[in-house]
């Protein structure tokens, strides 16, 4: 396989890894609200390998949701490409879009975006029928997904009789309905209690293991341990890329 030394890396340079499966070439993504223009990704490049655990850190406002959005597609660049797999999103139509989403990329957000009026199991079900599948098929995932979310007896509640824990749980189960290869999630452990916040950071170190790309916005260090690469984002720009193992070395408090 070739080797990519495309990878520009302030602290290290990832010389090992295969092709990258995501790329952002040149990024800009501003928002105008009447007279006020905010910058929120700058002419952002970047690269991620196939089975990379990338977590993304930075102040707030710093632009890490904007970011996340343009490369799960959820929103549109003003400038520059972005290429999943090769295929370049940014030319792709809303429909396209959508449909490529629902089969490679799940998302997880941090405020949940479950729909109000379907049932727990009905929210896991949901992008499975845009998928395609079964009704038993469909039933029998969500089934053992819930039951790996250990929400078995929580399947007909609604979001609103869920507390934040279940309702982030249900969230994650929706993502993985379709098995995408791609895990994209914003801050999913943020406002959780710390048990639940633990169960989330061992499952993300299970997907990792299955071979998921994850790139997760995040402060959470229970979290960023498992991660191959922390990306500092500020000021709508990378600031530095560090590799964690290189952390592992030389910074106690990750270990
Ligand atoms: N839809 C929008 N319309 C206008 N401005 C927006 C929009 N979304 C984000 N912004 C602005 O873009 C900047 C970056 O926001 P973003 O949500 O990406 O930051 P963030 O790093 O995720 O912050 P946080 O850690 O608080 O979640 C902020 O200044 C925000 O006010
Ligand atoms: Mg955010």
Redesign the pocket.
């Known amino acids: 396989m070739e080797k990519n030394n495309n990878f520009i890396n302030s602290e290290v340079s990832i010389e090992t890894k295969t092709n990258p499966i995501i790329i952002l070439k040149n990024v800009l993504k501003e928002?105008i609200?009447g007279d006020w223009i905010?910058r929120?990704v700058d002419h952002v490049n970047l690269s991620i390998f196939e089975s990379e655990f990338v977590t993304i850190v930075?102040p707030?406002?710093?632009?890490?949701?904007?970011l996340l959005n343009l490369i799960g597609g959820l929103d549109s660049v003003d400038e520059g490409e972005i290429y999943n797999f090769g295929i370049k999103i940014t030319d792709m139509s809303e429909e396209s879009l959508a449909l490529f989403r629902i089969f490679n990329i799940g998302f997880i957000f941090q405020n949940y975006n479950l729909i109000s009026t379907l049932t727990a199991e009905e929210n896991v079900i949901f992008p499975m029928m845009l998928a395609g599948m079964t009704l038993e098929e469909r039933r029998d995932r969500a089934s053992k997904l819930l039951e790996e979310m250990r929400l078995e007896e929580r399947k007909e509640h609604l979001p609103f009789q869920l507390s934040a824990g279940e309702q982030q749980r249900v969230a994650i189960a929706r993502a993985l309905g379709n098995d995408p290869p791609i895990i994209i999630a914003d801050?999913p452990t943020a406002n959780l209690d710390m048990e639940t916040a633990e169960f989330i950071a061992k499952l993300f170190k299970k997907l990792k293991e299955s071979k998921k790309t994850l790139i997760v916005?995040t402060h959470d260090k229970a979290l960023i341990k498992h991660a191959d690469r922390i990306i500092t984002y500020k000021d709508s720009k990378i600031i530095k890329q560090d590799i964690i193992h290189d952390i592992l070395k030389d910074n106690k408090n990750f270990k």
């Open positions: 928002y609200i905010v929120a930075g707030s406002g710093a632009g890490k949701t904007s801050e916005a």
